[in-house]
T-cell receptor
Framework: KQEVTQIPAALSVPEGENLVLNCSFTDSAIYNLQWFRQDPGKGLTSLLLIQSSQREQTSGRLNASLDKSSGRSTLYIAASQPGDSATYLCAVGGNTPLVFGKGTRLSVIA | DAGVIQSPRHEVTEMGQEVTLRCKPISGHNSLFWYRQTMMRGLELLIYFNNNVPIDDSGMPEDRFSAKMPNASFSTLKIQPSEPRDSAVYFC?????????????FGPGTRLTVL
């Protein structure tokens, strides 16, 4: 059974800092990996989707990497801003629908 | 596009009552997912449909939970009878091609409180 772990559970950084969020999964037989953002009281917004054949995806200040063999993904956020404050969830897609981690709650302090 | 629409946004009910949550997926999407989110367990898939047909309902916790998708533009999740441990945020999501491998678009959720 696929299990997805995100560390740390919470992170607080000063504005402008570059940061990395980590995601690990137990079963490397995946189709894709997605990173989502969730604002308080809101639904999830997809940020990046990496197919299993890809190593990374970039969107603006965000860069996500995937290492299937080690069961790891990272989400890199450059030059963090207070508007980046949210919970970031990693989700893995295999031959069953997405399995989610519990998320990392990010606070960017102005 | 209005995105995935869920109603109601908040529901407070008493134990034993029937609860019906509603979802309208994005037009043209052929896969629909129901999730439940709690602090303890995170986000869990309850059931998903492909072309209005239930594909996997192994995440439905008990027989008290049922879901239907009578057409491509509407789905319901029903809890009967409801219990306090059902209190959670319930999300509906939809995707276009292939379901499993495509980006899912989430609704705003329904926050359910069972007293």
């Amino acid at each position: 059974k696929q299990e997805v772990t995100q560390i740390p559970a919470a992170l607080s950084v000063p504005e402008g800092e570059n940061l990395v969020l980590n995601c690990s999964f137990t079963d490397s037989a995946i189709y894709n990996l997605q990173w989502f953002r969730q604002d308080p009281g809101k639904g999830l917004t997809s940020l990046l989707l990496i197919q299993s054949s890809q190593r990374e995806q970039t969107s603006g200040r965000l860069n996500a990497s995937l290492d299937k063999s080690s069961g790891r993904s990272t989400l890199y956020i450059a030059a963090s801003q207070p508007g980046d404050s949210a919970t970031y969830l990693c989700a893995v897609g295999g031959n069953t629908p997405l399995v989610f981690g519990k998320g990392t709650r990010l606070s960017v302090i102005a | 596009d209005a995105g995935v629409i869920q109603s109601p946004r908040h529901e407070v009910t008493e134990m034993g009552q029937e609860v019906t949550l509603r979802c309208k997926p994005i037009s043209g999407h052929n896969s629909l997912f129901w999730y439940r989110q709690t602090m303890m367990r995170g986000l869990e898939l309850l059931i998903y449909f492909n072309n209005n047909v239930p594909i996997d309902d192994s995440g439905m916790p008990e027989d008290r939970f049922s879901a239907k998708m009578p057409n491509a533009s509407f789905s319901t999740l029903k809890i009967q009878p409801s219990e306090p441990r059902d209190s959670a945020v319930y999300f509906c999501a939809s995707s276009s091609i292939g379901g499993i491998t495509d980006t899912q678009y989430f609704g705003p959720g329904t926050r359910l409180t069972v007293l």
